[in-house]
């Protein structure tokens, strides 16, 4: 697909004495908030105004003729594009975004490219979320507002469009960092057990949370709704696949905001249509922005656009951390959010 690409020129004022401004290129559109800061600290911002990604020539090329790199989950930042970057010392790739599976960060650190992410700013956001899609998929909320639309309404009954209840219940949550923690302490008002699997922190963690360390298995086992917040990394691509999903018990619910690959979404369908499972909820997902078509055929499911982080405070605030970052790179100072510190100490 030939996509246009209309680029915005923001000034700064950086270079007033003569010398050039340091360049920072935006990929895709951001929240204005994350541009201004960009333009108020001196530098010269273009932003790809197209909102679609960037074909991968032109991320290269842009690679290759900035200072900086702003990046969205939508990039694909693989060693060609960091080649490109390291040979014109481009100083920072700024994600905007917690995760970072978008960006061949092992590439960056040999080529030494500082890589950034946006931690934390969007880790309630994305909880809320998480627990938004846990009940609208235990209480059919989409199902039942979709039946009232087609005018299917035609009185009250004992039977009608029947749910799960999530007070009282088995929550499991696999990968207990920010966010898996932020999803525990909102589970508190629904009177709900927790377990949780995180292979990195122990059964400290969880004490404050009255959360109960447990390993994957047993947390599959066990849960009436399993939700992951776990990053994509080689060990976590399909981290639940069918065998894991043949654990669950047929009444529960498999829900997702991590990133899509580490759910077996062909897995998933066979699951859910063979009743291993009762139902799923999913913000992201294995080929997007495509789903398997069998998901879209289910009415058991619920998804959702990778809207997890989607309020506009938080939006905001990750575009706002992003340019920090990128300020601090330019500046020469370490960027507060590095996924790659090695690279800061190497450079320095
Ligand atoms: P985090 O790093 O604070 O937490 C991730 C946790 O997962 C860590 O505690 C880590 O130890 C654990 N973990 C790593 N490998 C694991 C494994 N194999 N099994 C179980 N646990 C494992 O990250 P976070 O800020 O909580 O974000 C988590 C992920 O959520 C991000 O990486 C991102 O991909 C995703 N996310 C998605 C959206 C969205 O819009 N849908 C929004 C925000 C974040």
Redesign the pocket.
Known sequence: MVRAVSVHTYHGTAGKEGLMAPRVYVTRVIPRAGVDRLQQAGFDVDVNEGDVPLRQDDLVEKARSYDALVTLLTDRVDRRVLEAAASADLKIVANV???Y?NVDVAAATDLGIPVTNT?GV??ET?ADFAWALLMSVARRVPEAEQFFRAGKYHGWGILMLLGEDVHGKTLGI???????QAVARRAAGFDVKILY?????GPDVGKPFGAQHVE?DTLLRESDFVSV?????P??RH?ISTQQLQLMKPTAYLIN???GPVVDEGALVEALRAGIIKGAAL??FENEPLAHPGLLELTNVVLTP????ASRETRDRMATTAADNAIAALQGRRPPNLVNPEVWTERK
Do not use: M
């Open positions: 975004a917690v995760g599976d931690p969007l880790t994305t696999a990968g207990f960092g920010r966010i898996g699997y995180d292979p990195v922190l994957l917040h776990v990053p994509l990394t060990e976590t981290l905001t991590s990133r913000d992201v990778h809207i997890a982080s």
